[in-house]
């Protein structure tokens, strides 16, 4: 079983919409927990780091936490075409320097 | 956020070549940085894990032979790919590992893509 679970997607959504990203994760000592951005051609940008169970909000990015549950989650609201782009999970065990990165899900906002 | 630099960001060079890549951290400390590569329309992959002053942790199956890794001060780490074949033709990314509060975030560099003739 793989650490990091994530639906690779595509995932597609209208200009405007909600996106939603998931993903779930094996070990329960995880501690902290990551959304990360990649256009395609660069390198992954941080957007959003949570680490404490509820939802954290950043502009139109909100990262939602649940650790009884392993999942941590992803909404875009009023998503712009310019949020087109991979999304990757990434899960911080034991706050140490073991991290774990899904595979990404694919996501397209048509305009 | 923090901001980590690589130089270069594209390399071209001809079989049998060593080539190194540099990656800094610019605004803050860091004892761990990772050294990643990336095939077109792929997963990122963990090659290395590099600690200052001290060796490498190679994943599985990255021959470290091959792949040098040298972290010897908290801001610097380089990844050297030596005698280099058209199959290591890749997109190299680092990052490093960065402490906010108590706990770590890891930011990444912009990349090298290197291409071997």
């Known amino acids: 079983q793989k650490e990091v679970e994530q639906n690779s997607g595509p995932l597609s959504v209208p200009e405007g919409a909600i996106a939603s990203l998931n993903c779930t994760y094996s070990d329960r000592g995880s501690q902290s927990f990551f959304w990360y951005r990649q256009y395609s051609g660069k390198s992954p940008e941080l957007i959003m780091s949570i680490y404490s169970n509820g939802d954290k909000e950043d502009g139109r990015f909100t990262a939602q936490l649940n650790k009884a549950s392993q999942y941590v989650s992803l909404l875009i609201r009023d998503s712009q075409p310019s949020d087109s782009a991979t999304y990757l999970c990434?899960?911080?065990?034991?706050?140490?320097?073991?991290?774990?990165f899904g595979t990404g899900t694919s996501l397209t906002v048509i305009p | 956020g923090a901001v980590v630099s690589q130089h270069p960001s594209r390399v071209i060079c001809k079989s049998g070549t060593s080539v190194k890549i540099e990656c800094r951290s610019l605004?803050?400390?860091?004892?761990?940085m990772f050294w990643y590569r990336q095939f077109p329309k792929q997963s990122l992959m963990l090659m290395a894990t590099s600690n200052e002053g001290s060796k490498a942790t190679y994943e599985q199956g990255v021959e470290k032979d091959k792949f040098l890794i040298n972290h010897a001060s908290l801001t610097l780490s380089t990844l050297t790919v030596t005698s280099a074949h058209p199959e290591d033709s890749s997109f190299y990314i680092c990052?490093?590992?960065?402490?906010?509060?108590?706990?770590?975030?890891?930011?990444f560099g912009p990349g090298t893509r290197l291409t071997v003739t």
């Open positions: 990052s490093a590992l960065s402490l906010a509060g108590a706990n770590y975030e890891q930011y």
């Open positions: 605004d803050f400390q860091a004892t761990t």
């Open positions: 990434a899960v911080n065990i034991a706050s140490g320097n073991q991290f774990y």
